[in-house]
């Protein structure tokens, strides 16, 4: 069984009314937390492939260290952590219906004076974008250098990982589910959200032999390139109207932009054989991967109001989402190798 534990960061500790009325940047998690977050997944299904591993079944072969080839294809499936630090802008004036005294949104009078107020939106924040992913995986390793320390090792490596967690970046306003709930607040909500799609990764590196007899276990030092598809999604929701109730009807835009991350890092990684059936071995695996990146890590782009009916609503809310930090991503896996017919 695999226990997965979720951390919750508490709420922003301060005076609610000052909280609302100024922009908020999110804490940033310090260093030793990323990396932890990155590498608890992995200690967790190496947990779990080792319980497995000491009930495998009679018929299991072992593999001894001296017998092996001098190539050894192998795939793996794998599940692990990704994080990244992201800063987000989100600036504009938007029309509202709002009463001067809004705490949350500064609004003042048009010129000439409406029934309409001009809320100005700015807002700042940086959030890691982190969570969980699966991944494919194949490796190739060459030829030992029997003479060398540990019996160093070429490998290339290369896989695929799909995450599943969007994050929101900064934000400002009341959620949608408050709207309605005060008459002098701007009913209006800005929010810019990081959506990493996927990434994809390939590399090498040597790996050195421990020096054990039995259950080969290689320690693996690489570089590689990484690839990080992420959205980055300007969203604004606002009142557009009032239903025959008289109860406000929001609405919202949105517009995602996509971004290709390039990044360069090195990587360390554990990889063993726990028992062969025939020419087929089964084992483990756990990597962590740094990337910095290179090239472009900044999108900008506007996000139009959804607006009242009738129009105007003011001007578009401008949008800067900037991933410059480096990646992190740890991943842990069961691993299948074809090492022939060992004599």
């Not at 992995?42 to 072992?62: K, R």
């Not at 109001?305 to 009738?310: D, S």
Request: proline share 9%; with cysteine.
């Amino acid at each position: 069984m695999i226990c997965i534990l979720v951390h919750r960061k508490p709420a922003l500790p301060g005076d609610p009314a000052l909280t609302r009325s100024l922009p908020t940047r999110s804490p940033l998690p310090d260093a030793r937390t990323r990396w932890w977050s990155a590498l608890r997944m992995p200690f967790a299904v190496l947990l779990a492939i080792g319980s497995i591993a000491v009930q495998l079944p009679a018929s299991a072969e072992e593999v001894y260290s001296d017998d092996l080839p001098d190539w050894i294809p192998s795939f793996a499936v794998g599940a692990g952590i990704y994080s990244r630090d992201v800063d987000g802008v989100a600036e504009g004036t938007i029309l509202s219906g709002a009463s001067v005294q809004s705490t949350q949104i500064k609004c003042t009078q048009t010129n000439p004076p409406s029934n309409r107020r001009q809320c100005e939106i700015f807002t700042k924040g940086s959030e890691a974008v982190d969570g969980f992913s699966l991944s494919l995986q194949g490796a190739l390793l060459g030829p030992a250098w029997e003479d060398g320390p540990w019996r160093p090792r070429p490998f290339v490596q290369g896989g695929y990982g799909y995450p599943f967690k969007k994050r929101r970046v900064t934000s400002q306003g009341q959620k949608k589910d408050d709207f309605d709930s005060n008459f002098q607040e701007a009913d209006i909500r800005v929010e810019l959200i990081g959506d990493p799609q996927h990434f994809w990764w390939m590399g090498g590196g040597v790996a050195f032999q421990l020096p054990v007899e039995t259950y080969p276990t290689w320690i693996k030092l690489g570089v590689n390139y990484i690839e990080d598809k992420e959205d980055a999604i300007g969203k604004v929701t606002q009142v557009i109207g009032l239903d025959v109730n008289n109860d406000e009807i929001p609405g919202s835009n949105q517009v995602s932009k996509g971004l290709r991350l390039s990044n360069i890092g090195p990587s360390i990684g554990v990889e063993a054989i726990v028992a062969r059936f025939g020419p087929v071995a089964f084992g483990f695996s756990a990597d962590f991967f740094v990337g910095f990146p290179v090239g472009s890590t900044k999108k900008r782009f506007v996000t139009e109001a959804p607006g009242f009916e009738p129009p105007p609503t003011g001007g578009p809310t401008f949008f800067k989402y900037d991933a410059d930090s480096p990646w992190f991503f740890g991943n842990a896996g069961v691993r299948i190798l074809w090492i022939g017919t060992l004599d």
